[in-house]
């Protein structure tokens, strides 16, 4: 699957953004999908994921009750609404399709978007 991702910009904190991530191929909706991001000089970390039927969604704890994933299978497309963002929320966000294992790893995805910036001014 080819994932590209967008949506990203330049806001405030406490603004909102919503990121989308539209996928290639006909198999998007058997797929787990994840966005993790990565900050200057840090590793890329685990933002949240959904199960492929979107009955199921884990997020990291720093962004648990501001950020929510979603996804169109009609659309291909996999969202995340982020509201109240903080300055440490500023990196490079990617999603991710169908890993092999933990959802947490990033090691475990196959498939990923080029990725779209996030930042957010105090």
């Known amino acids: 699957v080819q994932l590209q991702a967008s949506g990203g910009g330049l806001v405030q904190a406490g603004g909102s953004l919503r990121l989308s991530c539209a996928a290639s191929?006909?198999?998007?909706?058997?797929?787990?999908m994840a966005w993790f991001r990565q900050a200057p000089g840090k590793e890329r970390e685990f933002v949240g994921a959904?199960?492929?039927?979107?009955?199921?969604?884990i997020y990291a704890d720093s962004v648990k009750g501001r950020f929510t994933i979603s996804r169109d299978n009609a659309e291909n497309t996999l969202y995340l609404q982020m509201n109240s963002l903080k300055p440490e929320d500023t990196a490079v966000y990617y999603c991710?399709?169908?890993?092999?294992?933990?959802?947490?790893?990033?090691?475990?995805?196959?498939?990923w978007g080029q990725g779209t910036l996030v930042t957010v001014s105090s």
């Open positions: 959904i199960y492929w039927s979107a009955s199921s969604t």
């Open positions: 991710a399709a169908n890993p092999s294992g933990s959802w947490y790893l990033p090691d475990n995805f196959a498939s």
């Open positions: 191929g006909r198999t998007f909706s058997r797929y787990v």
